[in-house]
């Protein structure tokens, strides 16, 4: 059983933690908390063990929130810890998770160079094998590069152009904006979208352009990609159809925009309305020669989910065929 812990129980550390528990081959070893709130709770109620940094266990003992231990003896008892903590404070924890010799996963919100290597499962699972420092690349780049790896396995890409329509908070934020306005972010082109999807592929020539949007539920990128040859339609519904993680929605089952998507993942059932899969417009992939274009939505809260347990399994030397297939069937993504 490969030991992890989540550090940082957030927007992403708690849906990670609860995808550890699902995992035959992982054991959580527990979570940090900051603050005894209604989360903590919560966590606790779901047989979680909480660990919290020294300052924080008189208001832990206070509130009556059992704590197994600080930071530091969560880091100790784990093989592997999955920083999820804001962006920028998971490179402050490195130094901790060294000098442990502890191996860690870390979010888009961290710089690439925290880690050997910027991770997403269908591009370059095989470039984290055994690597100490892995760094999950961000929710929209998540999305473009499985959506980009998946069609470029129909031919040489010349090109992509991408404009990226994010979503302006977390449904939990609500000290976030804009409620009123649509937001050039960054106003500069290119967005840094481009850079974070080339420190994966390296060589790709991608151009990205951002705009925030007051919506709290998805991000939905335009994608245009040229290819060195003429493209069919076809070829990519096929392919899409094919690759778990990309599911497709058309107008035939009425849908088209995010509010329609979120309300089937509720009418399933699914926790949190999460969906781990890219959501790809059926009626929007068009073709023009070698040119391609195509909408689809990302679901912020739940996509990195499933890249960051092929992580952990990358780190331990896990072939990316088993990891996939385990977090696959374990997370519920479609075949
Ligand atoms: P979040 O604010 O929801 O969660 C962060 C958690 O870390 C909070 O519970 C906070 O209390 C805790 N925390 C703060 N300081 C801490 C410390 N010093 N020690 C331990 N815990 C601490 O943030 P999030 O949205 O889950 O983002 C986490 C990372 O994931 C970031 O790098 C972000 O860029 C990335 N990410 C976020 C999203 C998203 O849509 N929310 C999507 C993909 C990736």
């Keep these: 059983m490969i030991r992890v812990s989540v ?8 849906r990670v933690a ?10 959580l070893v527990g979570v940090s908390k900051t603050s005894p709130n209604m989360e903590a709770l919560v966590a606790q109620s779901k047989g979680i063990k909480i660990f919290s940094p020294d300052e924080s266990s008189k208001k832990f003992e206070e ?16 093989d592997i810890i999955v920083d999820a903590t804001p962006n920028g404070v998971g490179a402050q924890y490195k130094t901790l998770y060294e000098k442990y010799e502890k191996r860690a996963i870390f979010q888009g919100g961290e710089k690439p160079n925290v880690a050997d290597v910027s991770f997403s499962a269908l591009c370059n699972y095989d470039e984290a094998l055994n690597k ?42 609500f000290k976030k904006g804009p409620i009123n306005a649509l937001v050039l972010d960054p106003a500069t082109i290119p967005s840094h979208h481009a850079k ?8 790709l ?3 990205t352009s951002a705009i925030i949007a007051p919506t709290t539920l998805m991000h ?7 290819f060195k040859q003429q493209i069919d339609k076809e070829d990519i519904v096929s392919i899409f159809l094919n690759t778990p993680r990309i599911v497709m929605v058309s107008s035939r089952s009425k849908i088209s925009s995010t509010a329609e998507i979120i309300e089937v993942a509720r009418d399933l059932g699914k926790m949190r309305n999460d969906i781990r899969e890219v959501v790809v417009f059926e009626d929007s992939i068009y073709t023009k020669g070698s040119e391609v274009f195509l909408t689809y939505a990302v679901h912020q809260e739940s996509i990195v989910v499933p890249e960051n347990i ?9 072939s990316a065929d088993e990891s996939i297939k385990i977090t696959n069937t374990s997370q519920g993504i479609s075949g």
């Design 7 to 14: 550090n940082g129980y957030g927007t992403i550390g708690k």
């Design 18 to 27: 609860e995808a550890i528990m699902l995992q035959p081959d992982m054991e």
């Design 63 to 78: 509130s009556g929130i059992k704590i197994s231990g600080n930071i530091e003896d969560m880091i100790k008892y784990s």
């Design 132 to 173: 100490k420092y892995v760094r999950v690349v961000s929710c929209n780049t998540t999305a473009l590069l499985r959506t980009i790896c998946t069609l470029s396995k129909l031919g040489k890409i010349d090109k992509v152009r991408a404009t990226i329509v994010r979503r302006a908070a977390d449904p939990k934020e």
């Design 196 to 203: 974070d999807v080339n420190s994966v592929l390296k060589d």
């Design 205 to 207: 020539d991608i151009i």
């Design 220 to 226: 939905v990128h335009l994608l245009n990609v040229t």
């Design 310 to 318: 092929d992580a952990i399994r990358a780190i331990n030397g896990i």
